[in-house]
C-alpha cells in the first residue's frame, strides 16, 4: 500500500521556469493538500482540494496553480518559479476521520 | 487566528526515560488534533489523532491527551529508545467555517533520546 506518493523528489529550476509537481494518493481519500514546510516558518497550506472538482486557496497560494485530476491524483504548478518558492513541498490526503496522511516531499530549489 | 505553540524547541533525553512533550493552542473550537512525527528529509507520519470529543488516545507507547477547554495536549512516549529520535509536530482543526480544511501546526519539538 503506497499511501500518497510525490513526484519528483529533487527538482532544481532556474527563476522564471515552470513546473508541475505530482501528487497521488491510494486510500481513496476525498480531499488532498498541498503544503510548504520552511526554516522558522512552519508548514503552511498553499491549495486543498476538499473533493474531486473542487480547490481552494489556503495560507499562501500566490504564484501557485492545482489541479484536481481526479480522486487519486492533486497537482501544484509554478508557472513562473522564483527563489522565494524555494522550499519542501508536501502533499498530504484525508478520509472522513480528518486524519491527515502525508507524501515524502519534493525538495525545490529555484536559482 | 489560531496559534499553536510546543514548548520546548529541543529536548535531549537518555534513553529508557519516560518523557512529555507539550502542545497548546489558542482557540478551543477544534475538531480533532494530530500528533506527527518527522524524521530529517522525510515526510510527516501520523501518530496518533485525537477527536474533540474524546480525552485521549494510545498506540504502543505513545498516549496523547486532550483538554479542549485548556487550550492543551500532551504526548507521552514511554520507555524512550534512540529510534524515537526526531522531530514531533501537533496539529489542530478548526471545527467550522471557510478554514476548517486548514490544519494549523506547531513548530515541533525536535527529540534527541541518547543511547
Known amino acids: 500500500n503506497a499511501g500518497v506518493t510525490q513526484t519528483p523528489k529533487f527538482q532544481v529550476l532556474k527563476t522564471g521556469q515552470s513546473m508541475t509537481l505530482q501528487c497521488a494518493q491510494d486510500m481513496n481519500h476525498n480531499s488532498m493538500y498541498w503544503y510548504r514546510q520552511d526554516p522558522g516558518m512552519g508548514l503552511r497550506l498553499i491549495y486543498y482540494s476538499a473533493s474531486e472538482g473542487t480547490t481552494d486557496k489556503g495560507e499562501v497560494p500566490n504564484g501557485y496553480n492545482v489541479s484536481r485530476l481526479n480522486k487519486r491524483e492533486f497537482s501544484l504548478r509554478l508557472e513562473s518559479a522564483a527563489p522565494s518558492q524555494t522550499s519542501v513541498y508536501f502533499c498530504?490526503?484525508?478520509?472522513?476521520?480528518?486524519?491527515?496522511?502525508f507524501g515524502p516531499g519534493t525538495r525545490l530549489t529555484v536559482t | 487566528k489560531q496559534e499553536v505553540t510546543q514548548i520546548p524547541a529541543a529536548l535531549s533525553v537518555p534513553e529508557g526515560e519516560n518523557l512529555v512533550l507539550n502542545c497548546s493552542f489558542t482557540d478551543s473550537a477544534i475538531y480533532n488534533l494530530q500528533w506527527f512525527r518527522q524524521d530529517p528529509g522525510k515526510g510527516l507520519t501520523s501518530l496518533l489523532l485525537?477527536?474533540?470529543?474524546?480525552r485521549e488516545q494510545t498506540s504502543g507507547r505513545l498516549n496523547a491527551s486532550l483538554d479542549k477547554s485548556s487550550g492543551r495536549s500532551t504526548l507521552y512516549i514511554a520507555a524512550s529508545q534512540p529510534g524515537d529520535s526526531a522531530t514531533y509536530l501537533c496539529?489542530?482543526?478548526?471545527?467550522?467555517?471557510?478554514?476548517?480544511?486548514?490544519?494549523?501546526f506547531g513548530k515541533g519539538t525536535k527529540l534527541s533520546v541518547i543511547p
Open positions: 496539529a489542530v482543526r478548526p471545527y467550522s467555517g471557510a478554514g476548517s480544511y486548514q490544519l494549523t
Open positions: 498530504a490526503s484525508s478520509g472522513d476521520l480528518y486524519e491527515q496522511y
Open positions: 485525537i477527536q474533540s470529543s474524546q
